[in-house]
């Protein structure tokens, strides 16, 4: 079963798949391709596989990506081999865009996938944007928020909306969704 958290940067996406990870002994992430410069946390091979532009595109050429997008001028993907493998052997909990959503739903056709959307209010998302450890710049910041109102247009292609201003009651949430939806994985 695949699991996509899915909002705009900043809404939370990665710490909530941190928390459930620790939470669920059954819930594993994989790595997503980047050419993004690494950031403090990030653990190359498990957190991110960064690429160069040019590596990106070469996998991209020899279609080992499900699917992929430039955001924030930087390419991100899912690759084939680690999805297929991890959704055989178990849960994986992941974060991908709304674009990246709508291409897996429409390709992935042997794999239970669940759709969970995390909503925040466009004043805490530039709240939260400016506090990040990471310190986008002004320009970063306005491009995340230009992309908020389209990103909020996908919400119908997600299974579930979840409001994320309590991050522990946002977990919960989240860890009986997923409780739920895999019992009935096994049903079908």
């Known amino acids: ?6 909002g705009v940067a900043g809404a939370g996406k990665d710490t909530i798949k941190r928390e459930i990870i620790k939470r669920m002994d059954n ?4 790595p997503a391709y980047t050419t993004r410069p690494q950031r403090e946390g990030d653990i190359p091979g498990k957190t991110y596989v960064f690429l160069t532009k040019e590596e990106f595109e070469e996998k991209i050429r020899n279609n080992e990506i499900y699917e992929y997008d430039i955001h ?4 991100y993907g899912t690759s084939k081999k680690f999805l297929d493998e991890g959704a055989r052997n178990g849960i ?10 709508e ?15 995390l909503r925040v209010p466009k004043e805490e998302l530039k709240h939260r944007l400016e506090n990040r450890i990471d310190k986008p710049s002004e320009g ?4 995340r928020l230009n992309r908020f109102d389209y990103e909020e247009s996908k919400i119908s292609l997600y299974d579930y909306v979840l409001k994320n201003n309590d991050l522990e009651k ?13 019992k009935s994985e096994m049903y079908n």
């Open 27 to 30: 819930v594993k992430s994989i």
């Open 72 to 75: 924030h001028n930087h390419y």
């Open 170 to 182: 946002a977990v919960n949430i989240i860890e009986e969704i997923i409780r739920q939806e895999s």
């Open 1 to 6: 079963m695949l699991v996509i958290l899915s």
């Open 140 to 143: 970063e910041i306005i491009l």
């Open 103 to 117: 291409i897996l739903k429409n390709t992935l056709k042997d794999i239970k996938i669940v759709t969970i959307f």
């Open 92 to 101: 994986v909990i992941k974060d991908i865009d709304v674009n990246g959503t």
